[in-house]
């Protein structure tokens, strides 16, 4: 039986854990080839060998800092070696700052620009000649509800004006994809447990209680929720979806006021 994915080379960053984990799972078990990357190796090689457990076809790269062009060219560059080509970007990588907006200092908003968005920038510029040569193919952002609203539990400024930018970015790129029919779609996660997140929903005097009752669905996302969306936006299932902004996020986005 053909799976959704089979034949498919895909990149996908942040892969020693939580949802680029769960993507690399989700689209090897789909049929996907996978290259992943990372800063953090140990996780990295350890998704590569349940990938391989699970009959998948990845390897991996690590350690690696997409937001320097010879580390994403060289990311590129082991997908072409290893499978022949590029068919799906998937840019899940990213480090979030969160805090307080008066102690947000220009670092700190440098930092958050640099790692969330500049490292899409530079990920997809590498790639892009890749998908063109491929003739075609799909670049897919993970952006963030932070994006398009507020939040009341945690200061988010830099990381909602960068995941903005991810928004805008990729509706640019729907532009200049369309000659070479390269589609450029965006996720935006509400809640995900993930290892950042699963302390701050968990402490008995945190804000978890209160986020909980603002989910229609009733719980909080986990990051096989968002491999699943992604993995048949990468398919020829979703050809027609293009410039898409999904959100994986219970319902929240929807009933915000």
């Known amino acids: 039986m053909e799976l959704p994915l089979d034949g498919k080379v895909a990149l996908i960053s942040g ?75 998937y840019n899940n990588a990213s480090v979030a700052r969160v805090g307080p907006w008066d102690e947000l200092t220009l670092d700190g908003w440098r930092f958050a620009m640099t790692y969330e968005l500049d490292i899409v920038f530079v990920s997809t510029r590498a790639a892009w000649p890749e998908l063109v040569r491929r003739g ?48 450029a779609v965006s996720i935006s996660p509400g809640m995900i447990l993930t290892s950042a997140t699963r302390p701050v929903v968990e402490d008995p005097d945190g804000p978890g209680g209160t986020l909980l009752a603002g989910i229609p669905s009733g719980r909080f996302g986990e990051p096989e929720d968002v491999a699943r969306v992604a993995a048949f936006l990468a398919s020829d299932g979703a050809a027609y979806v293009n410039g898409a902004d999904i959100a994986v996020d219970g319902g929240v986005t929807a009933i915000a006021p």
């Open 136 to 183: 075609g193919g799909v670049i897919i952002n993970v952006a963030s509800v932070a994006a398009v609203r507020g939040a009341t539990f945690v200061h988010q400024h830099a990381h909602g004006a960068a995941k903005g930018g991810v928004l805008a970015f990729t509706k640019h790129l729907v532009v200049s994809g369309a000659p070479h029919r390269i589609r």
């Open 15 to 89: 892969t020693a854990g939580g949802m680029g984990r769960a993507a690399a799972l989700e689209f090897t078990a789909q049929g996907a080839s996978v290259v992943g990357c990372d800063l953090e190796m140990d996780g990295a090689d350890e998704t590569v060998a349940l990938v391989s457990a699970a009959g998948g076809r990845m390897v991996s790269i690590a350690p690696i800092d997409l937001t320097r062009e010879a580390d994403a060219s060289a990311w590129v560059d082991r997908a072409v070696a290893q499978f022949g080509g590029v068919d799906v970007l």
